[in-house]
Each structure stands twice: as structure tokens, then as C-alpha cells.
């Protein structure tokens, strides 16, 4: 016995699209680049503030200072103090190189500790720090990173740290990738 509603499902399957629903379809295509492109104008228009793209090298305390109190009000600066030879910040400093990337409002740092004007405070059992301002107030003081992480950590346990105590912003928006178009034949 044979059902009439999945006897001619093959055939509805390998038939050829009409002209009509071709055209339907490159019309929805255009429709969703159009959509997609508005929203990324909209983002750009909504972002405010400035925007980075690598970590900053700070070479004195008053260069410290400066990047702190002179920062846009919504910006978030994240300084790592660190001394070469310590474990975990020649580490630390690569994941903020990647963090930098894809964090672009905020404003990541560096900085020796012995070049911060308080190198004393710093001993190497504290290194490496990180310090988190925002509008010229410190959010967060985490001493000694490596005691918070595992013997091996990355850029994504870094990123996974700071959004625990939530002080990361959202990523930046990534609009849909375009669809692969299929090969479709046409009537």
C-alpha cells in the first residue's frame, strides 16, 4: 500500500527550482547581507569610547598614572605589573596580547614593577599582578596571578578569570557570517 504524501517526496526532493523561487531565494540573501550590514553600522554608531587593539607598554609610574586617570570615563584599563624571570608573567603577558585583540574598548597594560615607582612592594612572591581601573577607580587587585590559575594556563582561562569577578566587557559584535551559496540549478 502506498502513502500518497511520502511517495512523491523523492521527486519533490530532485526536481529543479523554478525561476520564480530562485529569484526568492537570492532576493532572501540580499535581504539578510542588507540586514547584516545595518547591523554593524548600528554597533558602530552605538559603541562609544575609544578603541585598542594591542597592549601598551608603560615605562615609568607617571605614564601608570596617566593611562589610569586620562582614560574615557567608559573605558576599562587592565595593568599587568610583571618582572622578567618570574613565573607566570612572560605567560601572563601573552594572554593579554591575545585578550587585547579581542577586547578593543578596553585598554590593556604593562608595566615592569621595578618602572612603577614602588618596585619595593612589588616582591617576585606577588608578581605577576594585575590591576583593573575603570573612570580612575580600582575595580580589582589580583596579587600573584598564578596562585588563581592552573600550572598551564591561556589567554581563554585569563578571560575566564576576569568574567568571573565580571570585569571584562562583552566581546565586541560579530555579525553573522555569510552563508556558503549552494549550488542550486536553475529551470
Not at 66 to 85: F, S
Not at 104 to 109: G, H, Q
Not at 121 to 129: C, E, G
Not at 164 to 186: N, Q, R, T, W
Request: with cysteine.
Amino acid at each position: 500500500m502506498s502513502n500518497p504524501q511520502t511517495d512523491d517526496i523523492p521527486d519533490r526532493l530532485n526536481r529543479k527550482m523554478s525561476v520564480q523561487e530562485f529569484e526568492m531565494i537570492a532576493e532572501e540573501k540580499c535581504l539578510r547581507k542588507n540586514r547584516q550590514q545595518c547591523m554593524k553600522e548600528m554597533h558602530k554608531r552605538l559603541s562609544f569610547g575609544p578603541k585598542f587593539d594591542s597592549v601598551v607598554e608603560l615605562d615609568s609610574a607617571e605614564a601608570f598614572l596617566e593611562v589610569i586617570e586620562k582614560a574615557h570615563r567608559l573605558t576599562l584599563v587592565i595593568v599587568l605589573i610583571y618582572k622578567d624571570g618570574v613565573k607566570g608573567c612572560e605567560a601572563l603577558n601573552s594572554c593579554l596580547d591575545c585578550l587585547a585583540t579581542e577586547y578593543t574598548s578596553s585598554k590593556f597594560c604593562h608595566i615592569q614593577a621595578a618602572a612603577t615607582g614602588a618596585g619595593e612592594r612589588f616582591s617576585d612572591n606577588v608578581l605577576p599582578t594585575i590591576l583593573v581601573y575603570k573612570a580612575g577607580k580600582l575595580l580589582g587587585n589580583f596579587l600573584s596571578m598564578t596562585q588563581h590559575l592552573s600550572e598551564e594556563f591561556f589567554a581563554t582561562d585569563i578571560e575566564a578569570f576576569l568574567s568571573e569577578y565580571s570585569l571584562l566587557p562583552e566581546k565586541e559584535f560579530a555579525a553573522c557570517p555569510d552563508e556558503e551559496d549552494a549550488g542550486v540549478e536553475v529551470e
